[in-house]
């Protein structure tokens, strides 16, 4: 059965958060993961604009699958960015394509919007991952190398006085 794909709606929190929980600790990050239901509420639907969209996969009233973008609005291209931050199709539901149909709905989403890209990172240790996105066409960068500062670092280089 091919998933229904939509984009969330307040009414799918209680089933998105799971989803999102089950991202954290696919990536060993649940350590640090702060998200909860008011958060989503506020932040993906009540903010204006949102700071997140998503896109979910719906098979008979229960969510197999999220993808969680924002828009990057200015580019070098004059043209917005539509950045994946995350995407998770629950393990039960794995080996259906609906990864591939969540990323096919961010990319008409990215064409309406007038979107000159669609961008996100793979964790390296993630090779099924890459594969997957690579099965979809995508290439890695080779010339931009990831970065980011967080914790102590963040701060740090926020106290710095020049």
């Keep these: 059965m091919t998933p229904s794909i939509h984009p969330a709606t307040e009414q799918d929190i209680p089933q998105l958060l799971p989803l999102m929980r089950a991202l954290a600790e696919f990536e060993d990050y649940l350590d640090v993961f702060a998200v909860n239901e008011d958060i989503l509420r506020e932040q993906g639907f009540r903010k204006n604009p949102p700071d997140f969209h998503a896109l979910v996969a719906d098979e008979d009233g229960t969510l197999v699958g999220m993808l969680v973008y924002y828009l990057v609005p200015f580019t070098a291209t004059a ?18 394509h609906i990864g591939e149909h969540l990323m096919r709905a961010a990319a008409r989403e990215a064409t309406t ?3 000159g890209a669609l961008r996100w990172t793979v964790a390296n240790w993630n090779t099924s991952g890459q594969r997957f996105y690579e099965r979809l066409g995508a290439r890695a960068n080779p010339v931009w190398t990831d970065y980011g500062l967080s914790g102590p670092a963040l701060t740090a ?4 006085t020049v």
């Design 79 to 96: 043209r917005p960015t539509l950045y994946v931050k995350e995407l998770y199709v629950a393990e039960e539901a794995r080996g259906q």
């Design 113 to 115: 919007r007038g979107c």
């Design 157 to 160: 280089l926020a106290e710095i």
